[in-house]
Nanobody, 126 residues
Framework: QVQLVESGGGLVQAGGSLRLSCAAS????????MGWFRQAPGKERDFVSG????????YYADAVKGRFTISRVNAKNTVYLQMNSLKPEDTGVYYC???????????????????WGQGTQVTVSS
């Protein structure tokens, strides 16, 4: 079993920055692909960014490309999402997820992830 705990959310003005962290339990974190998703009020949960097991391959949704950066430190069992130039439309609950399959690769699809954190709220005011 893997437990994921997100932190770093909060209230920020448009144009500001936040850094989300996702701490994972377990000794196999370094073999998992990791993803960040977000869910805005009244909307479905959307894929934001993914990173493979080594950090050598990353992916960003068009809406966040150039503003968000995903990274991981396997020695700390932690994945990060640095969010810059935040916009009100970035508001939502952000979830990290772990994909233990696919050779440590990430996926854009929720069903590929077996483990999820509880989410952290990000609110961007205009």
């Amino acid at each position: 079993q893997v437990q994921l705990v997100e932190s770093g959310g909060g209230l920020v003005q448009a144009g500001g920055s936040l850094r989300l962290s996702c701490a994972a339990s377990g000794r196999t974190f370094s073999s998992y692909g990791m993803g960040w998703f977000r869910q805005a009020p009244g909307k479905e949960r959307d894929f934001v960014s993914g990173i493979n097991w080594s950090g050598s391959s990353v992916y960003y949704a068009d809406a966040v490309k150039g503003r968000f950066t995903i990274s991981r430190v396997n020695a700390k069992n932690t994945v990060y999402l640095q969010m810059n130039s935040l916009k009100p439309e970035d508001t939502g609950v952000y979830y990290c997820a772990a994909n233990p399959k696919d050779g440590g690769y990430y996926s854009r699809y929720e069903y590929e992830y077996d483990y999820w954190g509880q989410g952290t709220q990000v609110t961007v005011s205009s």
